[in-house]
């Protein structure tokens, strides 16, 4: 769909991907996989101090309104899109703050 429907406001997305690895790559107990994304994908792991897995802290987060993928026992995946807005992304940091 944003490839045909929505191209017009891919930068919009790829710029909230960005505030986003931004903001996770500054909360203790995540990595931020590789660098800032150039696409609207945001991969970050839970560091090897934090005893949880991905798993519980996606359920944590699910209980406070915020939904992000799992993708490994200590990895997530999060994609911005056109239901994403900025303060979905401030809820998303201040979220995995409380949680962590």
Not at 38 to 55: A, Q
Not at 57 to 76: Q, S
């Amino acid at each position: 769909v944003a490839l045909d429907e929505m191209v017009e406001r891919l930068g919009e997305d790829h710029r909230r991907a960005r505030t986003l690895a931004n903001g996770l790559a500054g909360i203790p107990g995540l990595s931020l996989d590789n660098s800032v994304p150039d696409t609207n994908m945001v991969f970050v792991s839970l560091k090897d101090n934090v005893p949880l897995y991905s798993s519980q802290v996606a359920a944590r987060l699910t209980e406070k309104g915020v939904k992000v993928g799992t993708v490994g026992p200590r990895r997530f995946r999060m994609v911005t899109h056109y239901w994403i807005d900025d303060e979905g992304i401030e809820q998303t940091l201040k979220e995995f703050n409380q949680v962590l």
